[in-house]
């Protein structure tokens, strides 16, 4: 899909961080873009910036672990754009700590919004993009924690799930590549983000809100990182290219090699045994 003039764009989580980056880089390209998120209003300051680009912007507040909700988005999308050519599942959470300690609310939640929220925009939007007549790309936003361990914070709840959610995208990209619908997975490291305090929106149902960054998180530590916005116009050039994999750290490369080194190392093991 190299070229994004007059296409339409949603991405969730758009309220702020990568999805805000993503909206601004897709607006930049000429799309119209939806923006979703669960934070209230959010996605509207967001959306302003979008139109002042010259596109149209859709604001809405969605709760991506609602299928009823995105039902109804997808009806509001067509009605209004009559079609959807790139589909951004970017809305993630973060708990940290040791995975050992973790509880079965912590599991819960971070499943429910990193792997079935990814999944559940696919299943209501996938069958929609399949029959319009113009072009499709899905990207979900997976991270450098679904190709290895993070060294520094313990993160096994949230790697778990990113790692879900890479197998689940790599599994879709084989699919759907028969049908010209590009998917990727987005896999930043560290960007300027408030995913280290996303515990302030969680539901009830799964402990509800938590204040203050998760443990190993302090205060504008993720300031020294990323800009969003770069990360935005890195996943534009994926999208055009049609990439499998998006990486805004390629500086991580060892961290990768380094993990499955590990997995090799123990075929070596058997194979000499």
């Known amino acids: 899909m190299e070229n994004l003039s007059g296409k339409v764009a949603l991405v969730t989580g758009a309220g702020s961080g990568i999805g805000r980056g993503i909206a601004l880089a897709c607006a930049d390209e000429g799309m119209h873009v939806i923006l979703a998120d669960v934070q209230e209003g959010t996605a509207q300051a967001v959306a302003a910036e979008v139109e002042a680009k010259e596109v149209q912007a859709l604001a809405v507040d969605l709760?991506?672990?609602?299928?009823?909700?995105?039902?109804?988005?997808?009806?509001?999308?067509y009605a209004e754009?009559?079609?959807?050519?790139?589909?951004?599942?970017?809305?993630?959470?973060?708990?940290?700590?040791p995975v050992s300690q973790a509880t079965q609310a912590d599991w819960d939640w971070t499943f429910a919004v990193n792997v079935?929220?990814?999944?559940?925009?696919?299943?209501?939007?996938?069958?929609?993009?399949?029959?319009?007549?113009?072009e499709a790309h899905i990207v979900n936003t997976v991270s450098m924690a679904g190709l290895?361990?993070?060294?520094?914070?313990?993160?096994?709840?949230?790697?778990?799930?990113?790692?879900?959610?890479?197998?689940?995208?790599?599994?879709?990209?084989?699919?759907?590549?028969?049908?010209?619908?590009?998917?990727?997975?987005?896999?930043?490291?560290?960007?300027?983000t408030l995913i280290g305090e996303a515990?302030?929106?969680r539901p009830d149902q799964f402990g509800g809100p938590k204040d203050g960054p998760e443990s190993g998180f302090s205060p504008g530590m993720m300031s020294q990182q990323?800009?969003?916005?770069?990360?935005?116009?890195?996943?534009?050039?994926g999208v055009k290219a049609n990439r499998w994999l998006i990486f805004s750290h390629p500086e991580l490369r060892s961290h990768v090699e380094r993990r499955y080194q590990r997995i090799m190392d123990d075929f070596e093991f058997y194979a000499n045994a």
């Open 226 to 237: 990323m800009d969003p916005e770069d990360v935005g116009r890195i996943v534009v050039k």
């Open 116 to 134: 079935n929220g990814v999944v559940n925009g696919v299943q209501t939007f996938l069958p929609r993009m399949r029959s319009q007549d113009g």
């Open 199 to 201: 515990g302030r929106n």
């Open 63 to 77: 709760d991506v672990t609602d299928t009823v909700g995105y039902e109804w988005l997808a009806e509001q999308v």
């Open 148 to 192: 290895r361990l993070n060294e520094v914070v313990p993160l096994g709840v949230y790697s778990s799930s990113k790692h879900a959610a890479f197998a689940y995208t790599e599994s879709l990209r084989d699919e759907l590549s028969a049908e010209g619908i590009g998917v990727s997975a987005l896999c930043p490291g560290g960007v300027d």
């Open 81 to 97: 754009f009559g079609e959807l050519n790139l589909l951004i599942n970017n809305a993630g959470v973060m708990t940290a700590g």
